[in-house]
Each structure stands twice: as structure tokens, then as C-alpha cells.
């Protein structure tokens, strides 16, 4: 199975801060025949199901504010949140399904 | 917003079975691919399975292969997961999940509320 290794653990960001997340896959989950990598992020609140921000790796769902942003190719990939708001304080997960799905340990971001 | 509706959690012994059921509006689960994922209690998410429209296409996590079955009845507008020889490592919630491609799995933009399963003596 594809290995997804998010970093940090967890991160304290003052509101209206960037913050960063990685997503580091054991292998390439690009698709040259596609043109595209194969790679989501999801955002989890308490007692609540996730829900999908970024597909394809840098397409950002309908409805999702634009200070979410993906980028990265083959192997390493960031979420960013370019200006931390209160309501962004969650898990964030990358998951990939180049091969049998699978999700990252997760991100916990807090207000710092 | 959760539109996906499920049921069928609780509690079981280890070695029991249970089938868990999810409901979705006919417009989202008619042509719509399917997944169940899992959560442990304060852990990451696990994918467990994927069924295609007309449930020719079935795949499974090692995990749960050859104990967990997958099936929808699209008259229903109904996904089911049964869960035969549950073990403790099973606790979890589970939700089904909306998947955005057809044919092929990708990512899942639609989830069920979550249903616990408690596997325990």
C-alpha cells in the first residue's frame, strides 16, 4: 500500500496566519496518461464526518473558501491556509487513490 | 451537509455480525460509486471498500476482506456493509461515502453522518 506521511502532527497558527501542511507519498501517485496526481485533502471537525476541500491535488471543491490552496506533484504535497481562520480549526487529512485508497495520520491545527 | 443517512450500529461481541445500511436521496445515489470508511476511536481514517453503480466492480481493504461484504440495492437508494467475525480492532465509525469518479475509485464528497460499532465482550 501507498504510505501518506503528513507533517507536521499538529500546528498552533495566530488567526490570519498562513498554515502549512505536508503530505509526503512512499511513492509517485502522478498518472502521466491522466496528467494528474492523484491526491485529495479533507478537513474533519469533532463529531463530524470529513469533508472534501481539494481534489486532483489543487482543485478546490465548490463552496471552499479560496484561502485553502493545494499544490505538489509525484511524491510532496502542501495544504495551505493562506490567512488561519477561527473556523478552520480541525484535522486535515490527504488521502490518495493512485492505488488502494489511502489517508495520511492526519494535521491538527489550532489557534495559537 | 450530510445527506447520506445511516444506521445499523451498536454494540456486538467479538465473532458476531452486523449489517450497517446507508440511505441516499435517489439524485446522489443513482449513477453514484460508493465507499465505506472507517474512523478508531481518536484515530485516521481507513477506506474499507468501494462498489461501482451496478456492483460489478467490489474491492476491499486486506483488513476486512473475506469477512466484510458490500452491496447496494439501487431501487432502495440503499448501501449496505455486513460485517461477519468482528473483532475488538473493528471499533470504529463508519461511514459510507459518495465517490466523485465513476468506474474507478477516487474521493468522497458526499459522507454519512458516522455510525459507531462497538465490538466488545
Known amino acids: 500500500d501507498i504510505v501518506l506521511t503528513q507533517s507536521p502532527d499538529s500546528l498552533a497558527v495566530s488567526l490570519g496566519e498562513r498554515a502549512t501542511i505536508n503530505c509526503k507519498s512512499s511513492q509517485n501517485i502522478f498518472y502521466s496518461s491522466d496528467n494528474d496526481n492523484y491526491l485529495a485533502w479533507y478537513q474533519q471537525k469533532p463529531g463530524q464526518p470529513p469533508k472534501l476541500l481539494i481534489s486532483w491535488a489543487s482543485t478546490r471543491e465548490s463552496g471552499v473558501p479560496d484561502r485553502f490552496s493545494g499544490s505538489g506533484s509525484g511524491t510532496d504535497f502542501t495544504l495551505t491556509i493562506s490567512s488561519l481562520q477561527a473556523e478552520d480549526v480541525a484535522v486535515y487529512y490527504c488521502?490518495?487513490?493512485?492505488?488502494?485508497?489511502?489517508f495520511g495520520q492526519g494535521t491538527k491545527v489550532e489557534v495559537k | 451537509e450530510v445527506q447520506l443517512v445511516q444506521s445499523g450500529g451498536g454494540l456486538i461481541q467479538p465473532g458476531g455480525s452486523l449489517r450497517l445500511s446507508c440511505v441516499a436521496p435517489?439524485?446522489?445515489?443513482?449513477?453514484?460509486?460508493f465507499n465505506w470508511i472507517r474512523q478508531a476511536p481518536g484515530k485516521g481514517l481507513e477506506w474499507l471498500s468501494y462498489i461501482n453503480v451496478r456492483s460489478e466492480t467490489i474491492h476491499y481493504a486486506d483488513s476486512v476482506k473475506g469477512r466484510f461484504t458490500v452491496s447496494r440495492d439501487n431501487a432502495k437508494s440503499s448501501l449496505y456493509l455486513q460485517m461477519n467475525s468482528l473483532r475488538a480492532e473493528d471499533t470504529a465509525v463508519y461511514y459510507c461515502a459518495r465517490d466523485i469518479c465513476s468506474g474507478r475509485r477516487c474521493y468522497y464528497d458526499r459522507w454519512g453522518q458516522g455510525t459507531l460499532v462497538t465490538v466488545s465482550s
Open positions: 488521502q490518495q487513490s493512485y492505488g488502494s485508497p489511502t
Open positions: 435517489g439524485f446522489i445515489f443513482s449513477g453514484s460509486d
